[in-house]
């Protein structure tokens, strides 16, 4: 496969950042790495063997992104209110960062957002949140609701809420969404959810699945048995549904 190691200090985040292109044609694939995830753990995983071939024909380029969750949603040494400012920077590095290079390396328009675990959230929420950008999106054993605590999954924000944390909960904020243009938008994207029967997130899941339907909007929301949130199983998924 074709494959470009990209670098460059962003000025949202002010830091460097890095990611991994892999193909040179085809849908760009922004691929979101799992809880506390780097950028290269779906190389060394083999997940992105099972898209060799699609990615060798030109069908899809994937852009392997960084993530800051251990500034984010996963630092508990810093107020939740800055948790959520600092994700809100790393929105904006992807939409105004990583997005313009892809766009700018690759003319297609087709753009799908993916991601496993907490990726899958961050896949999730960005899409539904600016769907315009996207034709699709592709989350695997996702979390939709980083203050809901389950299990020994706990509330990511420590109890916080405000505007910020509302508008970056798909569970919530699309439950009261009456925006039509942003409906019909979310409406015109193929939404595919995949999780595990015994996966700590399969309620969320069910949630964000109900609420779709109550707006109808087109999805799958696709169990797979046992747990299925490990790399041997997105391995399966990504060929199935990228």
């Known amino acids: 496969m074709k494959r470009e190691y990209h670098k460059w200090y962003s000025h949202n985040l002010e830091k460097d950042m890095e990611l991994l292109i892999f193909g040179y044609a085809g849908a760009k694939v922004l691929f979101f790495p799992p809880r506390m995830g780097r950028f290269f753990d779906y190389e060394n995983w083999k997940v992105l063997e099972a898209l060799k071939e699609k990615i060798n024909n030109g069908k899809l380029q994937v852009y392997c992104v960084d993530s800051v969750d251990l500034e984010t949603f996963y630092n508990s040494f810093v107020d939740p209110g800055y948790r959520i400012h ?129 707006k109808e909007i087109p999805h799958q929301l696709i169990e797979w048995n046992g747990e299925a949130h490990k790399a041997v199983f997105w391995r399966k998924m990504v060929d199935l549904y990228l």
């Open 86 to 214: 600092r994700h809100i920077q790393y929105e904006k590095y992807v939409l105004e960062e990583v997005l313009p290079l892809a766009n700018l390396i690759n003319t297609n328009t087709n753009i799908i957002s993916a991601g496993c675990s907490l990726g899958a959230y961050h896949a999730v929420n960005v899409a539904l949140r600016h769907p315009h950008l996207f034709c699709k999106v592709l989350g695997m054993s996702g979390r939709y609701d980083l203050t809901k605590s389950k299990g020994y999954f706990k509330d990511l924000l420590s109890g916080f809420h405000n505007d910020f944390v509302y508008f970056n909960m798909p569970n919530q904020y699309m439950k009261n969404l009456e925006d039509v243009n942003l409906i019909n938008q979310i409406r015109n994207m193929d939404i595919v959810l995949t999780i595990g029967k015994e996966d700590s997130f399969l309620e969320s899941n069910y949630k964000l699945s109900g609420i779709f339907n109550e």
